[in-house]
């Protein structure tokens, strides 16, 4: 599995392409903006667009969205809970922000949770998130994680937005991100790349925070 991390937008958020290196397609995953430099990524990987795959609707997650699924016709998923914060992500980027990003395209898929999603050549576990936004996901997969805004290095998403909160986030969290191996690589929307391990002995908003098993 091949994993390129691109920088994008105002913000510097994190979209990743994960390709698969036999086959040479791949998934876009939370392109924020600039979508040239996405096309161009995967031009220069030689990697083709399967899917566009968005962990949640903030704006600076979805402003590549539209120039990615024009120029490549790949199918755009996203949660099947975030749609009301889809459908005003760019009016509220303007009105809190001041920043005007492209309005994003209807999804074609809504991604439920414990679906399975191949990206890259593995699969991917869809796990709903919220806490951070309402309908945000973490795709799940074998030492690898793709976690947006949930968790970061030394820190947790923000919950100071509508429609956020931050019991929430730290279920979300206790539930699927602290009961994966310590070694399990988390690929985050801001910031570079860390480990559970890492986050769980580190991150002062997790110390004393207990692994959520479902029963």
């Known amino acids: 599995m091949i994993i390129q991390t691109l920088q994008l937008g105002p913000v510097g ?5 994960a ?7 791949a998934a876009v995953i939370d392109p924020g903006a ?16 399967s899917s566009i795959v968005v962990t949640h609707a903030h704006f600076d997650h979805i402003g590549g969205i539209q120039g990615v699924k024009a120029a490549t016709g790949a199918p755009f998923l996203i949660g099947e809970h975030e749609g009301p914060v889809l459908e005003v992500a760019a009016e509220r980027a303007l009105v809190l922000f001041g920043i005007a990003v492209p309005r994003p395209p209807a999804p074609d898929r809504l991604l439920r949770e414990g ?23 973490c795709l799940i997969g074998d030492g690898v994680a793709f976690v947006g805004d ?10 100071d937005l509508p429609g956020a909160d931050h019991e ?30 890492r986050e769980r002995r580190t991150n002062p908003f997790l110390t004393g925070l207990a692994p959520l098993r479902d029963r």
């Open 13 to 17: 958020t994190n979209c990743f392409i």
């Open 19 to 25: 390709g698969d290196e036999t086959t040479r397609q």
């Open 34 to 49: 600039d979508a040239s430099e996405v096309l161009a990524a995967l031009e220069r990987l030689g990697m083709t667009a």
């Open 115 to 137: 679906e399975t999603l191949t990206l890259g050549g593995q699969s991917f576990r869809v796990a709903f998130t919220p806490g951070h936004s309402p309908g945000h996901i």
């Open 150 to 159: 949930v968790v970061f290095q030394g820190n947790i998403g923000r919950t």
């Open 168 to 197: 929430t986030l730290l279920r979300s969290i206790a539930r699927h991100i602290l009961t994966l191996p310590d070694d399990a690589v988390l690929y985050n929307g801001h910031g570079p790349a860390t480990t559970v391990g």
